[in-house]
């Protein structure tokens, strides 16, 4: 039962799910993790969303349990939600979107813009940095992530327009996940991953994504691919450049060094200028975090989440949505969860 002890304008809640079909296969996980309502074509949720699906606004926009749009309602009472000095910095945007990816199939390789070419060539202020945490993986799944050599333009041109997913998928740098592992994953890096793995994903708070191959995918590559700007202004965004195993290194924080009970940052420091995400275990006594927009998904058992605000008990699959003006906060109980968060106020600052 909720205990409100604050404004009626940002009151934590507990999200219903926000899923929708899309091109590739998958989403009976998130149906189980998070009670409906599954595939087969339903590969993502989008979690405290105030972001639309490229061309396709409103969809996208979560929508809280009251019927209001989160991204209105932030819109209304921004300091509120997100805090003065998040607003003074940020503006009203959340700066982060939150999605469970589930993947029947493998993922096409494709890349995400960075800031940069968002502003150059979209008018966009965010480009698509991204981040994954394992829930569960196969024995031995692999993503790859950016060119093993350094490439050229014309080569990647090349296998685009002569739909080589063959070459494009050996030509990527790749790297063994296991469930609880987190990596990075910068813009412009040309990516997959493969089918059966499942995660949470955080990222900067677009839906950019530049397709280099689209072969056994229900959607037209050549037509829907580049953004609507034309691969020729499209495959600009690609980082050509090699990256090798000690790179990707840079980019992981692997399962056993995230796995302790308390709370543990899952993100190498790169990530600190676009979002933030801890691990909470509440198993050796409650887990504190300071006050902050924050969209927590509970991995594992139950517990109960205290703030100023409100007190409620939680337990696997649920989405807690916090607003700053909750105040500090703490999980009781016997629960796992992951805390996904903007950058900090002074965070640096990364334009690229």
Known sequence: MWVLLMSETAVPVLLPVNQFDHFYRGGDRIGKLRRGPGGPQRPEEWIGSTTARFGQAPQGFSTLPDGRLLVAAIDDDPVAWLGEAHVARYGSSTEVLVKLLDLDQRLPVHLHPNRSFAKTHLGLAHGKTEAWYVLEAPEGAEVGVGFKDTMTLQQVDD??????????????????????????????????????????????????????????????????????????????????????????????????????AGLASVMPAQADPYFRAHRLDSSAGPVGVDAGFAIVLVLGGSGVIHSDAASFEVARGDVALIPFAAGDWRLDGEATAVACRPPAPDAPMDAR
Request: no cysteine; proline share 4%.
């Open 159 to 260: 296998w685009v327009r002569d739909r080589d997913s063959a070459a494009l998928l050996s030509a990527l740098r790749t790297r063994v996940v296991r469930p609880g592992d987190a990596m990075l994953v910068p813009a412009g890096l040309p990516h997959t991953v493969q089918e059966g793995v499942f995660v949470l994903e955080l990222q900067e708070p677009t839906d950019l994504s530049i397709l280099l191959e689209w072969q056994d995918f229900a959607v037209d590559g050549a037509k829907d691919g580049h953004l609507d700007l034309g691969f020729e202004t499209a495959l600009q965004a690609v980082d050509l450049a090699g990256v090798s195993d000690s790179d990707l290194d840079r980019l992981v924080v692997t399962h056993d060094r995230i796995s302790a």
